[in-house]
């Protein structure tokens, strides 16, 4: 920009001192501006406490929600959501000394704000706000600690959290009970080994500290202010899962203070993914990262665009379904993307098979290959949801029942 203005004082025809003046002052802007911001060298690094996932771990993560929410709608639960961040107010006062982890956002717009703690405190205003006395959520969100994590053992300031909650009046017990249970059926579904279940009741710390005299003023600044379930895992991961109850906490919100008992549990999956994730590397399993159940594939070159019929006539029927994106990819290359990527089948198209009418329909695993019509798709259903499927492609489903073993190893999961 400089060497244009002075270029354009030149045609002018302006004096020596005139241009002279004029570069003196566009070096005295760009001092005050300071160096350009582009040409700083920073690292390239996710803020401390939080990664990046790849494909590979995420479909892992994947399959675990899916076991979870699964488990959660089996038992009858609707699903819920609430902000991110809330007022500070809302937060504030609420989770005694772990107060200090909350973050708090720049003013905005008039309000202060803080980035949510936990899930039940925002499930605590939403029922008040919404002067609900009866409801059974789940609801998977990501929450913010303000802290100094130790993400080798599942630890970050960014991360998920799982909560399934029961609010209302019922008879005793009963809603904890199955809340054990549902925790209980959840971490035997992850096949993640055996687990521990510790149960704490806080009236039976209450009366240990009262033959003890400890005041009742020092009870909370003593042991947790709710009654407990804590679920530990092998391997010396710690705790994976939790349940409690805070009845107290919507009254906390309620104008009149009206009290709506309620009973939640929590499940700890960044742990769950760490001890997942170290046993597959541990046995340098492969994970599938796609669903697609068909190659649309070629046999020749110069047919593309048969390809593109044929992988649309697979969408259209509802098949998970993708092709190379090449003009005249090489059959061999086509076969050895299907080995790759766990693909079980092949649909091939030919010059032979346009004339016949025909799509070669090809295991990748037993590499048996059948003739099918190609004027009924009805042919691929047969193959997918038929009784001999497995045998014929020679695959095992993907969340096998004893390990996570061949389950995860470039298998089917339709």
């Known amino acids: 920009m400089a060497e244009r203005c002075v270029q354009g004082l030149k045609q002018q025809k302006a004096s020596t001192e005139q241009i002279e003046e004029e570069v003196a002052k566009l070096l005295k802007l760009k001092a005050q ?16 406490g939080t990664r990046d996932y790849s494909p590979q771990q995420m479909a892992v993560r994947e399959k675990v929600f899916d076991v979870i929410i699964s488990c959660f709608k089996r038992h009858g639960a609707e699903i819920t959501d609430t902000p991110v961040f809330e007022l500070k107010e809302t937060l504030t006062g609420k989770y005694g000394e772990d107060s200090k982890l909350i973050y708090d956002l720049k003013d905005q717009g008039g309000e ?13 205003r939403y029922l008040a706000m919404n002067k609900l006395t009866n409801i059974k959520p789940y609801h998977i969100a990501k929450v913010y600690w303000c802290d100094n994590p130790a993400m080798t ?45 510790k149960v704490n009741d806080r009236h039976i710390l209450d009366g240990m500290f009262a033959i003890c005299c400890v005041p009742d003023s020092k009870f909370r600044t003593i042991c947790s202010s709710y009654t407990g379930v804590i679920y530990e895992a092998p391997l010396g991961v710690g705790n994976v899962a939790a349940e409690g109850r805070y009845d107290g906490l919507v009254g906390m919100f309620d104008p009149k203070g009206c009290k709506v008992p309620c009973v939640g549990l929590s499940i700890g ?9 170290q046993r597959l590397e541990a046995t340098e399993e492969k994970v599938r990262t796609t669903e697609t159940q068909v190659l649309a594939a070629s046999a020749q070159k110069k047919l593309l665009e048969e390809r593109l019929k044929l992988v649309s006539e ?9 092709l190379l994106y090449k003009k005249n990819a090489k059959l061999q290359n086509q076969l050895q993307y299907c080995e790759e990527a766990g693909i079980p089948l092949v ?34 259903y047969e193959y997918f949801t038929g009784n001999h499927r497995q045998k014929w492609l020679g695959i095992t489903p993907f969340f096998h029942r004893r390990s996570w073993g061949l389950s995860l190893c470039s298998r089917d999961r339709a």
Not at 165 to 172: E, N, S
Not at 173 to 194: F, K, V
Not at 314 to 322: C, P, S, V
Not at 367 to 378: A, C, F, G, H, S
């Open 269 to 277: 999956v960044e742990r769950i993914f760490s001890i997942v994730e």
């Open 112 to 124: 202060l704000l803080s980035l949510c703690y936990d899930l039940t405190v925002p499930f605590a």
């Open 153 to 197: 053992r599942g630890q970050y300031r960014e991360f998920y959290q799982c909560y399934f909650d029961i609010a209302g009046q019922f008879d005793p017990m009963i809603t904890d009970a199955e809340c054990l249970e549902i925790m209980s059926e959840i971490l035997r579904s992850l096949q993640i080994g055996d687990f521990l279940v």
């Open 33 to 48: 501006l300071g160096p350009d911001e582009r040409k700083q060298k920073f690292v390239l690094k996710t803020p401390k």
């Open 314 to 322: 697979l969408w259209n029927a509802g098949i998970k379904a993708e």
């Open 347 to 380: 649909a091939i198209i030919g010059e032979q098979e346009l004339k016949d009418g025909v799509i070669k329909l090809r295991s990748v695993a037993s590499r048996e290959e059948v003739d099918v019509p190609r004027e009924d798709l009805t042919f691929y």
